[in-house]
């Protein structure tokens, strides 16, 4: 079956803009993670969406939004943007639940290859 | 709160060497630990994972990890490193009460033929 996806794959965008990155998950997967990554400080948590709601939250600024769609399609936007967001940005999807959960439910994130914004 | 150390930010081995890459977790409840390996140009993908019983787990490609709840560590290890494993590695720790999964900084292995 098709993996995470993620649209763009690269942008360029500079300080004071705002970007919009989409996130389709695998089918059948109600859950969606944002990581930020960059050099030096790896995979940073940005937020997680299950059915909609944001489940957890990082610790980023209000800059940082998201949501999550009725298809479990996600979005993340960044506004007022600055040289330091320059990052790769990765989604990744999951079954939802805890460990002993549902049928199925491994806890494993798949990732996408991730939306590289370059702010200039 | 929740957070994740990895020893080593640059590993440097020639092929047939063993490797071990040091993590340890920070979380007062019980966690759920995987490795995940992120090979050049590549996207994230799982290499092993633990959630009980047994805390010696095995991965893909030969990668073991050791779950030492008195020590808050899992440490990746393989026997002897070939250079296809040139990539960088992230161990990431959730808590079972619906934590995100949080990872380390990451470590870059670097193998020489």
């Known amino acids: 079956k098709a993996g995470v996806t993620q649209t763009p794959r690269y942008l360029i965008k500079t300080r004071g803009q705002q970007v919009t990155l989409s996130c389709s998950p695998i089918?059948?997967?109600?859950?969606v993670s944002w990581y930020q990554q960059t050099p030096g400080q790896g995979l940073q948590f940005l937020f997680e969406?299950?059915?909609?709601?944001?489940?957890n939250k990082g610790n980023f600024p209000g800059r940082f939004s998201g949501r999550q769609f009725s298809n479990s399609r996600s979005e993340m936007n960044v506004s007022t943007l600055e040289l330091g967001d320059s990052a790769l940005y990765l989604c990744?999807?999951?079954?939802?639940?805890?460990?002993?959960?549902?049928?199925?439910?491994?806890?494993?994130?798949?990732f996408g290859e991730g939306s590289r914004l370059t702010v200039l | 709160a929740q957070s994740v150390s990895q020893h080593n930010h640059h590993v440097i081995l020639s092929e047939a060497a063993s490797l071990e890459l040091g993590c340890n977790y920070s979380?007062?409840?019980?966690?759920?630990l995987f490795w995940y390996v992120q090979y050049p140009g590549q996207h994230l993908q799982l290499l092993l994972k633990?959630?009980?019983?047994?805390?010696l787990v095995k991965g893909i490609k030969g990668f073991e990890a050791e779950f030492i709840k008195s020590k808050f560590s899992f440490n990746l290890r393989k026997p002897s490193v070939q250079w296809s494993d040139t990539a960088e590695y992230f161990c990431?720790?959730?808590?079972?009460?619906?934590?995100?999964?949080?990872f380390g900084k990451g470590t870059t292995l670097s193998v020489s033929s």
């Open positions: 990431a720790s959730r808590g079972l009460e619906g934590t995100a999964l949080i």
């Open positions: 979380y007062g409840g019980t966690v759920n």
């Open positions: 969406y299950f059915s909609e709601t944001q489940r």
């Open positions: 089918s059948g997967h109600r859950s």
């Open positions: 633990y959630f009980s019983g047994d805390p």
């Open positions: 990744a999807s999951s079954l939802p639940g805890l460990a002993g959960g549902p049928v199925g439910y491994t806890g494993e994130l798949f």
